[in-house]
């Protein structure tokens, strides 16, 4: 049975006393700007994997969901954080399979470690790449190779992420919580265009942030820290807004547990 996703948007906080006019119109505006920019989030990551993996032959490759609408031939490879090898042997890796100096390569493993994850290299030459990602994957190292149009508009999301956050820290003149508020009512409203997954399917009426639950596993180190952090302003605003984001988590829970019941 479908489980029904409760998002009713929570009212503006009140007895707020540093509240600032804001015209109508420009505070739609903002609205539908965070709600595009949301949604472009969340079309990136409707067709990311789920978990790094590596496709088992060049034809597997070209075969896998593209968002390019000219399906170019250009691939990346994103080599992700690990705790189980250390900086010299990610180091040395990365000297060998890319060519790369070992001061180059420090900068990459240095950045893989702060953000969660970094392209290590880019190409037409599949065969060449699929070898990079087949040796990494030998030694146990978290790597994926996709479409590049796809792996950088992951990493345009990854920085709108960031805007997003750093919207939460913003105000208007002394008007510390609009900008939060705002993000909160988008993060609550239904997508603007249906998204293609088909686990979404199981909520009647999914909000945008039935998706970002349900995207997290397809983030990385930076992104995840960020998304919690506005979540956090979210659940902060006010008891309706923690309950309004409590109700939207209680339905994942259930389907998490029925879908564990019954597998």
């Not at 992700?80 to 010299?88: A, C, V």
């Not at 790449?129 to 149009?149: F, H, K, P």
């Not at 009647?204 to 995207?215: A, E, K, S, W």
Request: glycine share 2%; charged share 25%.
């Amino acid at each position: 049975m479908p489980l029904t996703a409760f998002h009713t948007l929570p009212p503006p906080v009140k007895d707020y006393p540093y509240r600032v006019a804001v015209p109508s119109d420009l505070r739609e505006a903002m609205g539908k700007t965070i709600g595009y920019a949301l949604d472009f989030v969340l079309a990136t990551f409707d067709i990311s994997p789920d978990e790094p993996s590596i496709p088992p032959s060049e034809a597997e490759l070209r075969l896998q969901p593209t968002a390019d609408p000219m399906t170019k031939d250009q691939y990346s490879v994103v080599l992700w954080n690990d705790d189980k090898h250390s900086f010299d042997e990610t180091i040395k890796l990365l000297c060998d399979l890319t060519n790369r100096t070992r001061e180059e390569a420090s900068v990459v493993a240095h950045r893989i470690d702060l953000d969660g994850r970094d392209i290590i290299e880019s190409d037409e030459d599949v065969p060449r790449l699929l070898e990079i990602t087949q040796a990494l994957a030998q030694i146990d190292l978290g790597v994926t190779i996709r479409r590049s149009y796809d792996t950088f508009r992951e990493q345009v999301a990854a920085v709108i992420i960031e805007w997003l956050r750093d919207l939460t820290q913003s105000r208007m003149g002394t008007d510390t919580i609009i900008l939060r508020e705002i993000i909160a009512e988008e993060l609550l409203s239904a997508r603007k265009i249906p998204s293609p997954n088909s686990i979404a399917r199981e909520i009647i009426n999914p909000c945008r942030i039935d998706y970002f639950f349900l995207y997290h596993t397809k983030l990385w180190k930076r992104p995840r820290l960020s998304l919690k952090e506005i979540y956090t302003t979210a659940l902060t605003l006010s008891r309706q807004h923690k309950l309004a984001v409590g109700k939207c988590r209680s339905c994942w829970r259930a389907l998490y547990l029925t879908s564990v019941i019954f597998l």
